[in-house]
């Protein structure tokens, strides 16, 4: 009787330090992997501590700022919450509907020379329908194309 | 009409299915179990009201009947008629329809199944799929009601969701996934009923749902690898898993349910694990509504989350309800839950099983922490946050290892007690393959110790599971005199589950292996081109021909013809499109791929410019990609096998192996 208590006492002593370290685990992995979204004034007003730690930004396309080279595939814009605005430089090609004013999620890390790297860029859209705005005319740039290939 | 048809039919099922779950414990508790005929009635009438909901639902998206709000939301004339009715599941409204339908149809099948069992096990669980059933009525009469009235009736609706219209597997990928997670509301019913009945004792309920989880395993199986087949083929990032919350949703019940498909051989065999088995169970269940909840509620974004409004406070209330009562139910129980038998020595099969589910249950509590803490953050803290790939691969590649290898590990061990030499000579094989493969990973390339430890355990655990097949039909050609295939035949014939399991392993090691290959070893480059202008990627020389426009009935086409070469002469055409669709803002990317044995050329368009002088394509290198599908199928075969009903002439005709002995 006695034997079997104290090996049931055992078992939940286990089982109790198995849960902690596994708890103590996560725990770790989440604090050193967590992932925050922050606005451009959000990122400025944590100074050092927003530096070189991966970070999402999040704020519209600065209008004016793009500037995209398809021959060096680097693309420069800037990330504006109308506060404040952050530099951003990103490697390969925009979204094809990237453009002036749209929102867009940048994850990366804020450098000390004051460049945000983005290592990923995602033009925020919602699930939601939506006919094209002004300027979005899909139709059109699949014609100049047509004419411009000569297909 | 239409309409009144449909919405009529689900509020006459939600009132049959009430009845006929009041009925049940009436009837058992009064003794009068002529009364349960009328319960399996309402399961019967049930199926068949919402099987004519459906179908209308289905006759209006396909005639365009704009004045039911579901037709109007997600229609359009434009679309064709495939996309047309498969959008059925592409909204909430009309995913929860196809829900209800396939429950009512899993309740059906399980009654006429079970319908001339003695006891209450089966009066129980039928009263416990019409609860659950009566759940979904409810949202369906309620947040989730597809059939409002649209007035006046708009003369054309803006059609899917342009991701979800855009490649076949959206008709494969839901339908798996809904008659997976479904399909685990029938064990869960049994369990119930096996508590409520007090027969939790017998196992009968296990005896008569291990067919039915093993089916719900297998297509939940299939739509997680189709699942990551649409996202690898549509989404254009050239990935096919980055823990995004919903491919988590359905992944997490599957690690509960795949613990329990092995805990529950303990069972059967030792009579233990009885309380974790019933827990498995309902847990697996628990976490299917939890996923629905977190795909359905609007409450995380992505491409499966459908804005809505108040529908999550039902799923929640829903899991508390089933929550309570389980806890409940378990404590009424409990002293029926004890162990009969007893672990006799560390080094055993039962000791791999219980390794293995403890694995399994960190694994999911590991991914649904990282699921939900974004959620627990925002609401407790106020910060947004994400957790990204670092944390899940960080936590879960140590047990994805560990699991591997006790793959290879399990099938070796017998039950009880291990001889040593025995199990050398089993080993032995699997460790000299698994060397060699992990050597080979080291010298293509590989440097990240968990690639590494993955191509030796995936070699491992496939030699064992192999000279399990290739033991037992040799020990028949010593004992019969067949030859060496009928052997294999029949020895897979008389112990479908136990083989159909090691299949499911040789599935599961493809999959591991080209997951392992394709995150080590893939390389890309994206690339500006003028017509005739060439990129080169790991041996694959590509050619830009052109660029071009086409008009399709529903969209607007812009490709890029890339020719592959070889020196100068032209191998293959690829051509990755982007489709514009004319309610949405955002083209939709839709890569080509090619594929061969050693792996994918995965193209994608990028960007142009409008004259056509120049397009922007992204070029991947993926090695043994098509490994994962391949391995994906092999695991469904595993299930089938597993699934296929025993012939009792084959079984009693023959010598079963003994798992003691081989």
Known sequence: MTSKKNRKWVAIGAVGIMVIAFGWLIYGGLDSNVVYFLTPKELAAKGEKGMDVPVRLGGQVKPGSVDWNDSTLVLRFAVTDGSSEIAVHSKGAPPQMFKDGMGVVVEGRYGRDGVFQSTSLMVKHSNEYKAPGKGEKPAEMYKSLMKGSGA | MTRLIASDAIIIALLVTVLGAVL?????????????????????????????????????????????????????????????????????EGSIVFWAWVLAMYGAAVVWFNRKRAGNLVPYAAMTMLLVQTFFHILLVGPANPFHLVSPVPMDGPGPNPLLQNHILMGVHPPLLYLGYVGFAVPFAFAIGAMLAGEVNDGDWIRLTRRWTLVAWGFLSAAIIAGMWWSYEVLG????????????????PWLTATAYLHSVMVQERRGMLKLWNLNLMVGTFVLTILGTFLTRSGIISSVHAFTQGTIGYYFLAFIAVVLVA????????????????????????????????????????????????????????????????PFFNRMTLPMMVALLFLMGVGPALPWKRAAGPELKSKLLPGVIVGLLAGAFGIVAGARNPYAVLAFTFAGFAFTVNVGEFVSGARARVAALGESFLVALVRLVAANRRRYGGYVAHLGIVLVAVGVAASSTFKTEREATLKPGETVTLAGHTLRLKAAWGREEAQRSVIGATMELMDGDRVVDVIE?????????????????????????????????????????????????????????????????????????????????????TT
Request: net charge positive; proline share 6%; hydrophobic share 50%.
């Open chain 2, 24 to 92: 049940a414990p009436v009837a058992v508790r009064s003794g009068r179990r002529q009364w349960l005929s009328l319960t399996y009635a309402a399961v019967y009438t049930n199926f068949l009201l919402v099987t004519v909901s459906t179908l209308a639902l289905v006759w209006a998206l396909a005639t365009h009947d704009f004045s039911i709000s579901y037709v109007a939301q997600v229609g359009s004339r434009a679309t064709p008629t495939f996309y047309t009715i498969i959008s059925l599941w592409g909204a909430l």
């Open chain 2, 326 to 389: 389980t806890v409940a139910l378990v404590a009424g129980n409990s002293e029926k839950l004890g162990s009969t038998g007893r672990l006799d020595a560390p080094l055993s099969r039962e000791v791999a099983f219980l390794l293995n589910n403890l694995f399994l249950t960190v694994f999911m509590f590991t991914v649904l922490v990282g699921t939900l803490f974004p959620l627990i953050a925002e609401a407790a803290r106020g910060v947004k946050v994400s957790v990204g790939e």
């Open chain 2, 237 to 252: 990032w050239g990935g096919y898993w980055a823990w995004d919350p919903v491919e988590n949703a359905s992944f997490i």
């Open chain 2, 576 to 660: 990755p499109k982007m489709n514009y669709y004319p309610m949405s803002q955002q083209p939709v990317p839709t890569p080509q791929v090619r594929s061969s044995l050693r792996g994918d050329l995965y193209l994608n368009l990028m960007a142009f410019r409008e004259d056509g002088s120049n397009v922007t394509v992204k070029v991947i290198w993926e090695p043994l990609v098509p490994w994962i599908w391949f391995g994906g199928m092999v695991i469904v075969l595993g299930a089938l096998i597993g699934i296929w009903p025993t012939s009792r002439r084959g079984a009693a005709a023959v010598p079963q192996p003994q798992d003691a």
